[in-house]
């Protein structure tokens, strides 16, 4: 008996051509290096019209899925501003965590002043900026989008070219300097466009089940492979620019990156999968990291709020004291300096120190001199409570 997710058609493979750029010359050379190398790259299929048929426990857990992200989404209806942007830093880094790329959260928010630190945090501080991108172009999914956020993602990265597909070879495997035998070979570079053009007419299409198309959208972005490096940031920046066009979130990011990461190996299990057509490994697994993902999050939001009910007992102010707002502003950015809180209430940075000398009177902030950035400002209460949100999701595959 078959099952309904084998309709959905496996990779093809065309045989190419390798001439080694590493390749010696000379009588000696010749007898060890052979210049010319056949490989196999993959062809996957066209997908823009195809049917979704799944089996239905996946459909009753996708739909389950969909149901939990849109109600905690919308329990945060009332308090976007103090988690929007956690949240949204939170799956950058949760999702740079899959590629290898860790940080602390006080790392993070230094490196967004400017400073100069891990390179890691300046990476994901990048790849925050490109989830911010794809939220905001979300209802706009096309290849411009795909190109967009990887522009932003790779802007600061002199080895790659940034927001253009690749046109070279790339592939998973031992070698790094040729694709012959390696595991998985992307794409020839001459079928990225119009492959890429193909998966987000699907990504665009109103008459599919809504999580389920988000992770074959992913899966099949992530079998294209269209750029030399960021491919997997981007195409989990692209889930969430999904997320939000299929309105299964409209107020926050859920970090479903952090879901993803509880598993990596059976993340990686259900892209391969997927390439010999089973669609159903990646969408159980994108609805699985779904529930993880808002029961992760939900933990932080219930610390945080905990941690301002703190700040509120431990200040006496009017009610119309701009400290209030200062406190906001600190809730979703806990490292900034005078210029960054000035920004974030809107005032001038000159008008931003009494609020700083305040809170740091009253313990909700630590004042440190920093190399090359002056005075900083830090929360360290919310610092540990992002720290431990990433220590749940954890890399246990």
């Known amino acids: 008996m078959t099952s309904a997710s084998e309709a959905w058609p496996a990779l093809e493979f065309e045989e190419l051509q390798w001439q080694s750029r590493y390749a010696e010359h000379g009588p000696r050379a010749a007898r060890r290096t052979t210049l010319h190398e056949r490989y196999e790259a993959a062809v996957p299929p066209s997908i823009a019209h195809r049917a979704l048929r799944l089996s239905d426990d996946v459909a009753v857990l996708a739909d389950e899925a969909s149901t939990a992200l849109a109600r905690f989404d919308t329990s945060l209806a009332s308090e976007v501003a103090p988690f929007a942007a956690l949240l949204l830093r939170s799956e950058a880094a949760a999702s740079s965590q899959i590629e290898h790329l860790t940080a602390s959260?006080?790392?993070?928010f230094t490196a967004e002043l400017g400073g100069v630190g891990k390179r890691n945090a300046s990476e994901i501080v990048s790849n925050t900026r490109a989830m911010r991108t794809a939220i905001e172009l979300s209802d706009q999914l096309t290849t411009d989008t795909v190109l967009a956020m990887h522009e932003v993602l790779m802007e600061h990265d002199r080895r790659h070219e940034a927001g253009r597909f690749r046109e070279e070879p790339v592939w998973i495997g031992t070698s790094g300097r040729s694709p012959v035998g390696a595991q998985y070979v992307a794409p020839s570079w001459e079928r990225v466009p119009a492959l890429v053009d193909d998966v987000m007419a699907f990504a665009r299409r109103l008459d599919l089940p809504r999580l389920a198309q988000v992770a074959v959208t992913h899966a099949q972005f992530e079998t294209i492979h269209p750029f030399t490096d960021g491919n997997g940031r981007t195409g989990r920046a692209l889930l969430q620019a999904m997320l939000r066009s299929n309105e299964l979130t409209q107020n926050v990011t859920v970090p479903v990156s952090a879901g993803l990461l509880t598993d990596t190996d059976g993340y990686v299990r259900a892209l391969t999968a997927y390439r010999r057509g089973e669609i159903e490994p990646i969408i159980r697994r994108v609805a699985e990291a779904s529930f993880e993902a808002v029961a992760n999050a939900r933990e932080l939001v219930d610390?945080?709020?905990?941690?301002?009910?703190?700040?509120?007992d431990a200040l006496?102010?009017?009610?119309?004291s701009g400290v209030w707002r200062a406190l906001d502003v600190v809730a979703r950015q806990p490292v900034l300096n005078a210029s960054a809180l000035a920004a974030g209430m809107g005032v001038e940075p000159k008008n931003a120190y009494p609020h700083l000398d305040r809170l740091v009177e009253a313990g909700i902030l630590a004042r440190k001199n920093e190399y090359q950035q002056g005075v900083i400002f830090r929360n360290d209460e919310i610092l540990r409570a992002l720290d431990a949100f990433s220590a749940r999701a954890g890399r246990r595959g």
């Open 303 to 312: 610390e945080i709020a905990s941690i301002r009910a703190r700040w509120r």
């Open 105 to 108: 959260a006080r790392q993070i």
């Open 316 to 320: 006496t102010a009017r009610r119309d």
